[in-house]
């Protein structure tokens, strides 16, 4: 009788710690995973949130006069990026969403108009020049790093 009643056990036990891991979330944009396993989402509003399941907190990222995020990067779970093409704009945050630095390209000599952006192993960012036609590798304080030579020559899409 007893070898019967601990497979049951288990299944309710394994049933009931599924079903409180789970949480309705309402007005999604995108969403993603960091690597910690925090869930990280967009809503309609246009507001960015980092929820911890396990220590069931909610970090908010809410900064309406930049307009649209066109890119997140949660690769560093602790120094997320965001990325706004509208305004060539880049913003390093901090584990709780809170703004730590910005690389604005506007006012950048080196940048003429940036269209990619992603985030390297060792947390420089890669950005599409679209001016230059050039990759370039940055570091945190916005400076050039490394540069590929123009894509245009490259691709044969360049017509002397």
Do not use: H
């Given at each position: 009788?007893?070898?019967?009643?601990?497979?049951?056990?288990?299944?309710?036990?394994?049933?009931?710690?599924?079903?409180?891991?789970?949480?309705?979330?309402?007005?999604?944009?995108?969403?993603?995973?960091?690597?910690?396993?925090?869930?990280?989402?967009?809503?309609?509003s246009?507001?960015?949130?980092?929820r911890d399941?396990?220590?069931?907190?909610?970090?908010?990222?809410?900064?309406?006069?930049?307009g649209?995020?066109?890119?997140?990067d949660?690769?560093?779970?602790?120094?997320p990026?965001?990325?706004?093409?509208?305004?060539?704009?880049?913003?390093?945050?901090?584990?709780?969403?809170n703004?730590?630095?910005?690389?604005?390209?506007?006012?950048?000599?080196?940048?003429s108009?940036s269209?990619?952006?992603?985030?390297?192993?060792?947390?420089?960012?890669?950005?599409?020049?679209?001016?230059?036609?050039?990759?370039?590798?940055?570091?945190?304080?916005?400076?050039?790093?490394?540069?590929?030579?123009?894509?245009?020559?490259?691709?044969?899409?360049?017509?002397?």
């Open positions: 009788m007893r070898l019967y009643f601990l497979p049951y056990c288990l299944l309710f036990w394994v049933g009931l710690s599924a079903q409180d891991t789970l949480i309705r979330i309402d007005g999604v944009v995108n969403f993603q995973l960091d690597p910690l396993g925090q869930l990280v989402y967009q809503d309609v246009g507001r960015l949130l980092r399941l396990a220590a069931d907190t909610l970090y908010v990222f809410d900064d309406n006069l930049l649209d995020i066109t890119y997140v949660v690769s560093n779970p602790f120094g990026l965001l990325y706004f093409e509208d305004f060539d704009l880049v913003l390093l945050l901090d584990r709780t969403l703004e730590v630095g910005r690389l604005d390209y506007r006012s950048s000599e080196v940048i108009s269209k990619a952006v992603a985030r390297n192993f060792d947390n420089r960012i890669w950005l599409f020049d679209q001016g230059d036609f050039r990759l370039k590798l940055l570091d945190s304080e916005g400076s050039v790093r490394q540069q590929s030579d123009d894509l245009r020559r490259l691709l044969g899409l360049y017509n002397p």
